[in-house]
């Protein structure tokens, strides 16, 4: 079992930046990869960021490649999606989610969510 916190969402403009947090624990979390996804009002979860633990190895969605970055500290079991040049668009609940798989990654999972809105 995989337990999963998120923290970090919150208002801003557009333009700006947020980072969110995501605490991992549990028995065997080691063993699954990390990623964030986000659902908008009216609109089907979607993919953002997914990293490796060991590795350190990560791939984007396209619609926010160059502008969120996701990292991992190993050491505090803690993962991060920094997100720059934040739009309307990127206003959604934001997920954290664990999954063994690495491509693709759908979760097996997941944390409770945390609201990000995006004012232009």
């Known amino acids: 079992q995989v337990q999963l916190v998120e923290s970090g969402g919150g208002s801003v403009q557009a333009g700006g930046s947020l980072r969110l947090s995501c605490a991992a624990s549990g028995r065997t979390f080691s063993n699954y990869n990390m990623g964030w996804f986000r659902q908008a009002p009216g609109k089907e979860r979607e993919f953002v960021a997914a990293?490796?633990?060991?590795?350190?190895?990560?791939y984007y969605a396209d619609s926010v490649k160059g502008r969120f970055t996701i990292s991992a500290d190993n050491a505090k079991n803690m993962v991060y999606l920094q997100m720059n040049s934040l739009s309307p668009e990127d206003t959604a609940v934001y997920y954290c989610a664990a999954d063994r798989n690495w491509s693709p990654f759908y979760g097996d999972y997941w944390g409770q969510g945390t609201q990000v809105t995006v004012s232009s």
């Open positions: 990293i490796r633990w060991l590795t350190g190895r990560t």
